[in-house]
């Protein structure tokens, strides 16, 4: 079993030695292990497949007024990084705006850079405030590269799973019945213990990134928890230990707790 440890203990080092970079305004590290050629690749492609069956919303006013909002927000950021001289993760983005016809209460960024507003999103809304808050955290993912820290969070995980079932099969001193329950142990190790509250956390920084984003471009970053008011009393939620989003109780916490910071961006 030391020659297991070991195995283990190398490919792990070995992804976070290589692989290692930190997000944009949180300093927070992260193992980015596929290309940003890789990653535009797919996100390209997953924004094909969606505009396929999506249709561009008809409404002019509200189509303008979401593009401004996006605008906004992404030259503040933009400006931000090339004023304090600072590595700027929007080079090479191709940020396009969409608002599109759908009741769904939604919206996401790709890491392409492509930005997906639905109507239903946007009339739920209170102000254009809320609606900067939600535009910014889905902006936050991208800057952030959180698309590819899950992919590269996924893979790390079945690679070590795979690396931890060979070694074991061959040393021989494991029973069949042993690795099956240590198998089913690691799956729901990785699932719950490691994929979806690593999400979670992911959540929770877009919301502080896109909190200083808000105030940055202007807007009323004090708005931003009573959209999560709203959107609690929306419907019902998933317990947190099993969702990859934070309970919106945390989500409003966390926004609090980064309120004043947030405010501090207005000023720079």
């Known amino acids: 079993m030391k020659r297991l440890f070991w195995i283990v203990l190398t490919v792990v080092l070995t992804a976070l030695i290589y692989a290692c970079s930190s997000v944009a305004l949180t300093g927070r590290r992260q193992v980015l292990l596929y290309s940003n050629s890789d990653i535009m690749a797919l996100s390209e492609e997953s924004y094909k497949e969606?505009?396929?069956?999506?249709?561009?919303?008809?409404?002019?006013?509200?189509?303008?007024?979401?593009?401004?909002?996006?605008?906004?927000?992404?030259?503040?950021?933009?400006?931000?990084?090339?004023?304090?001289?600072?590595?700027?993760?929007?080079?090479?983005?191709?940020?396009?705006?969409?608002?599109?016809?759908?009741?769904?209460?939604?919206?996401?960024?790709?890491p392409s850079g492509n930005i997906v507003v639905y109507e239903g999103i946007a009339n739920f809304v209170d102000n254009d405030d809320q609606l900067a808050a939600v535009v910014g955290h889905e902006i936050a993912h991208a800057i952030a590269n959180h698309s590819n820290e899950r992919m590269s969070r996924a893979t790390l995980t079945e690679n070590l799973h795979n690396t931890i079932m060979a070694a074991a099969q061959a040393s021989g001193k494991v029973t069949d019945s042993q690795l099956a329950v240590f198998n089913t142990a690691l799956g729901l190790g990785g699932q719950y213990g490691v994929i979806l509250p690593f999400s979670r956390k992911q959540e929770l920084e877009a919301d502080h990134i896109g909190l200083i984003m808000m105030a940055m471009a202007g807007y009323n970053v004090e708005e931003a928890p009573k959209l999560w008011v709203k959107m609690s009393q929306n419907g019902q939620e998933v317990?947190?230990?099993?969702?990859?989003?934070?309970?919106?109780?945390?989500?409003?916490?966390?926004?609090?707790?980064?309120?004043e910071e947030a405010k501090a961006y207005a000023a720079k």
Not at 242 to 249: E, G
């Open 50 to 110: 969606f505009a396929q069956t999506a249709k561009a919303s008809t409404n002019t006013v509200m189509t303008q007024k979401v593009r401004v909002i996006c605008s906004k927000l992404l030259n503040a950021m933009n400006n931000y990084f090339i004023t304090n001289e600072l590595d700027n993760p929007m080079q090479g983005l191709n940020w396009r705006i969409d608002l599109v016809q759908s009741e769904e209460i939604n919206a996401f960024c790709l």
């Open 239 to 259: 317990p947190e230990f099993m969702s990859t989003h934070p309970s919106d109780v945390n989500r409003i916490k966390n926004l609090e707790k980064y309120m």
